[in-house]
């Protein structure tokens, strides 16, 4: 058999060709409508995913707009109380208040009561008082004007002797009694009279010097200011050699010098009398302990 036997004939082929665009044309048709009906599909479901979202979100504002007049009646029914109670609260304040009141009401005139009678008693005893002063005041100045007094005629009586005795003459060596009388015993000539008020005069020197020997220290409190200007200059002005003049106490007009050599100091004071050497000199050990105590160490103390 020859190929052009085998051949379908030109309309056999066209035909089989026309059935095969057809089915081609078919298939792509149906693919094309499943994928429109998967798309479709697709949107449907994000149309029906958005509107539950949207429906989901609608129900969670609901809900908190629920949950918010919850809270808000909650509060305002927690407000309302508290409001009730602070009332109740303040009624009852009130009346412990006004209690409170009237015991103090009644404790002040209590204690006015007996403040009143107290001054009463202070007045009497302060006038009292007063009396007692004044009669004291005017029986001491009466005290005083007899004292006086006496002093004058003592003084009067004394010149008058001092007057007789300076007329005659050798009075200072005449030992003779006057008019043979006496037993041969010496008369008071005023002499005596003269003595005592001479030593009665020159009594508040002796006291003065008295009380001047009845120190036996320097005071502590002179001490501690005399430390206390040595440190500050030494440790804290960092000063090696230095003079000053004191003008307190029983060392008034006394000149200190203060050489210091780390930590250790030496003092020397100058113009200075017998007794406030003794003074320096006994107050040694206490002005050591002062100076330790700051820190320092006296490693010599002269006195001239």
Excluded: C, W
Aim: no cysteine.
């Amino acid at each position: 058999m020859s190929r052009v036997d085998h051949e379908p004939p030109p309309s056999a082929q066209e035909a089989e060709r026309a059935a095969k665009e057809a089915d081609k044309r078919s298939r792509d048709a149906k693919l094309q409508e499943q994928d429109r009906q998967a798309f479709g599909k697709l949107l449907q479901g994000q149309k029906q995913a958005k509107d539950g979202a949207r429906s989901a979100e609608k129900k969670q504002g609901e809900a908190r707009a629920g949950e918010q007049k919850a809270t808000s009646q909650t509060k305002g029914q927690e407000q309302a109380d508290r409001a009730a109670r602070m009332a109740r609260g303040g009624a009852l304040q009130h009346g412990r208040v006004m209690e409170q009141a009237k015991g103090f009401q009644g404790a002040l005139e209590s204690t006015q009561q007996r403040t009143q009678v107290g001054d009463q008693g202070r007045v009497q005893a302060r006038d009292t008082g007063k009396q007692k002063d004044r009669v004291e005041h005017d029986d001491r100045k009466e005290a005083v004007t007899q004292k006086a007094q006496a002093k004058q005629d003592r003084e009067a009586d004394l010149a008058a002797v001092e007057r007789r005795e300076s007329a005659r003459p050798n009075a200072a060596i005449d030992t003779s009694d006057r008019g043979g009388g006496g037993g041969g015993q010496p008369q008071d000539d005023g002499s005596a009279a003269a003595a005592a008020l001479k030593a009665q005069k020159q009594l508040p020197d002796v006291k003065a010097t008295a009380a001047a020997a009845s120190v036996k220290q320097i005071p502590p409190e002179l001490l501690e200011k005399l430390v206390s200007t040595v440190y500050l200059a030494v440790t804290e002005k960092g000063l090696k050699e230095f003079q000053i003049e004191l003008k307190d106490g029983p060392l008034k007009g006394a000149f200190l010098k203060i050489s210091a050599d780390n930590g250790k100091v030496a003092l020397k004071f100058s113009g200075v009398d017998a007794h406030t050497k003794n003074l320096i000199e006994s107050s040694k050990g206490d002005l050591m302990r002062r100076l330790g105590k700051k820190g320092l160490t006296l490693a010599r103390l002269d006195v001239a």
